[in-house]
């Protein structure tokens, strides 16, 4: 069932938060097995349905059972970031936008799985085990916020929140085959979130369809506001992008925009988007973390901690080029959102690879994974704009994601062309066979 | 000393001076990948027009 549909449901009487809560409960337990969670607030969350019945207000969420990456603090609760260095870390108050789903009426279930310290896009901690992707449970779930794409596709949760630094919410919603919104950076509270990086993360929503989407961001953010589906949108895809993806993926995607009556645009700009958010995003991530650094190093595992300690030891001088290389590649880009609304492009050139496997295979060759993600999902993280992935077919069996990218603070314009791809097409109803019995 | 070995050794004294301790793997992972941006790096720099500013 939708989010939108429990909610419904929830708010007619049909069924009680207590019942929507103990039907997750009992479907995170069945389902352990995919390490969607890291910590499951079981009695916490019966004891706040209970509570919400009571309530005087009752928000447009009211009832709905939600769950977060585990970077997001929910008071009383740990967040360990999949670490071991915050293994016992309980958090002492809500974040903001835990505060702000519980204001709209949402029951937070638990904390999601991750890549260790939201750095690294496979999930697969050392600490805390990897998450299965739900399609095939050898097969990583992308990340960093895998857990929170696993628990939708396997309806876990009705919907979840993740963080995306570099493509950590729209990867595991690619790879599992759910819709997933990186907001404009700064239109999302960052409060009470364990940072990467100060310049570019952004919490967003993950969730079945655009719509349940854009009723989780209304709710954690307080500036949002949708815009009515009236009027045609100028969709660009962009083939700089599609000739770099595998060759099955890239018919999936260009099929998909062809519903969109994309235009092809080439963007070659874009290529330079990688490098520049590295030099700026290594050093921040290594400035978070300089205490542990000093006092925690061999607590890290070892792709993390390689990538922390790259950032303490390059050259000051890269940091300032890649501020600069930024406005400099904003002002490459903003023709192109003169000529279109969205721009549209493979999610990921691949589907999910199988856990443990790295390199992977991409056009013939065998390349690093994280070299994979990088030109797709730093376009839209190093310039701040909006960005969803969303169903839009298969390969092998395997999720395939388009990805909707538009100018900063046009968020409502991507979640309008989502929603739009979803009222044509029905990738976005397809669920592994594991979430066949949820309701 | 190799040059390697030194540009090691100088990369290990660089983080001490921060006071965080690397293994010499953890160092060797470094410098690849020092070795891989830096050239990248020069030429964003030689691309960027002089009047760019963050």
């Given at each position: 069932m939708t989010l939108t549909r429990l909610a419904e449901r929830l708010r007619d009487g049909e069924l009680s938060p207590r019942e929507a809560v103990q039907h997750y409960l009992d479907r995170i337990e069945a389902h352990r097995d995919l390490n969607a969670y890291i910590s499951v607030r079981a009695e916490q969350a019966l004891a706040e349905a209970d509570a919400a019945v009571l309530a005087f207000s009752r928000g447009p969420l009211w009832g709905v059972p939600v769950a977060v990456k585990d970077v997001i603090d929910v008071e009383g609760t740990?967040?360990?970031?999949?670490?071991?260095?915050?293994?016992?870390?309980?958090?002492?108050?809500?974040?903001?936008?835990?505060?702000?789903?519980?204001?709209?009426?949402?029951?937070?279930?638990?904390?999601?799985?991750?890549?260790?310290?939201?750095?690294?896009?496979?999930?697969?901690?050392?600490?805390?085990?990897?998450?299965?992707?739900?399609?095939?449970?050898?097969r990583i779930a992308g990340g960093s916020s895998g857990g929170s794409g696993v628990?939708?596709?396997?309806?876990?949760?009705?919907?979840?929140?993740?963080?995306?630094?570099?493509?950590?919410?729209?990867?595991?919603?690619?790879?599992?085959?759910?819709?997933?919104?990186?907001?404009?950076?700064?239109?999302?509270?960052?409060?009470?979130?364990?940072?990467?990086?100060?310049?570019?993360?952004?919490?967003?929503?993950?969730a079945q369809t655009a719509e349940e989407c854009s009723l989780i961001l209304q709710?954690?953010?307080?500036?949002?506001?949708?815009?009515?589906?009236?009027?045609?949108?100028?969709?660009?895809?962009?083939?700089?992008?599609?000739?770099q993806a595998e060759p099955a993926v890239a018919a999936v995607v260009e099929e998909a925009a062809s519903e969109l009556e994309a235009e092809r645009v080439a963007a070659p700009m874009l290529g330079h988007a990688g490098l520049i958010q590295q030099l700026v995003m290594l050093p921040d991530a290594a400035a978070a973390h300089l205490p542990w650094l000093r006092e925690r190093l061999p607590d890290y595992g070892a792709d993390v901690r390689a990538r922390l300690l790259a950032g303490l030891l390059l050259p000051a001088t890269a940091y300032p080029t890649g501020l600069r290389a930024r406005r400099w590649l904003a002002d490459q880009v903003a023709p192109l959102f003169e000529r279109y609304d969205v721009l549209a492009a493979p999610a990921m050139p691949i589907v999910a690879p199988p856990i443990?496997?790295?390199?992977?295979?991409?056009?013939?060759?065998?390349?690093?994974?994280?070299?994979?993600?990088?030109?797709?999902?730093?376009?839209?993280?190093?310039?701040g704009l909006p960005a969803a992935s969303v169903p839009c077919?298969?390969?092998?069996?395997?999720?395939?994601?388009?990805?909707?990218?538009?100018?900063?603070?046009?968020?409502?314009?991507?979640?309008?062309?989502?929603?739009?791809?979803?009222?044509?097409?029905?990738?976005?109803?397809?669920?592994?066979?594991?979430?066949?019995?949820?309701i | 000393m190799d040059p390697e070995s030194s540009l090691v050794s100088a990369l290990r004294e660089?983080?001490?001076?921060?006071?965080?301790?690397?293994?010499?793997?953890?160092?060797?992972?470094?410098?690849?990948?020092?070795?891989?941006?830096?050239?990248?790096?020069?030429?964003?720099?030689?691309?960027?027009?002089?009047?760019?500013?963050?």
């Open positions: 740990r967040t360990t970031a999949a670490s071991e260095i915050l293994r016992d870390n309980v958090a002492e108050r809500d974040a903001e936008v835990v505060a702000n789903l519980r204001a709209a009426g949402a029951i937070v279930l638990g904390k999601l799985n991750l890549h260790e310290f939201a750095y690294g896009a496979s999930t697969t901690s050392p600490h805390f085990g990897p998450a299965h992707n739900p399609w095939a449970p050898d628990a939708v596709a396997a309806q876990l949760a009705a919907g979840t929140l993740g963080t995306d630094t570099a493509g950590s919410i729209r990867i595991p919603a690619a790879f599992c085959g759910v819709t997933g919104l990186r907001p404009s950076t700064g239109l999302v509270s960052n409060d009470g979130v364990v940072p990467v990086s100060w310049t570019f993360d952004a919490v967003g929503p993950l709710a954690i953010a307080p500036d949002f506001r949708p815009e009515p589906a009236d009027g045609e949108l100028r969709v660009g895809l962009v083939t700089t992008l599609l000739d443990g496997e790295d390199p992977v295979e991409l056009r013939g060759e065998r390349t690093p994974y994280r070299l994979t993600v990088i030109p797709f999902n730093s376009p839209a993280s190093c310039l077919g298969f390969v092998d069996g395997l999720p395939v994601g388009l990805a909707l990218i538009g100018r900063g603070g046009a968020d409502a314009a991507v979640l309008r062309a989502a929603e739009g791809f979803q009222q044509l097409t029905d990738w976005h109803e397809q669920r592994p066979a594991i979430a066949a019995d949820a | 660089l983080a001490r001076e921060q006071g965080v301790r690397p293994t010499d793997e953890d160092l060797e992972g470094v410098l690849g990948f020092l070795q891989r941006i830096l050239p990248e790096l020069e030429e964003l720099e030689r691309l960027l027009p002089e009047d760019a500013t963050p």
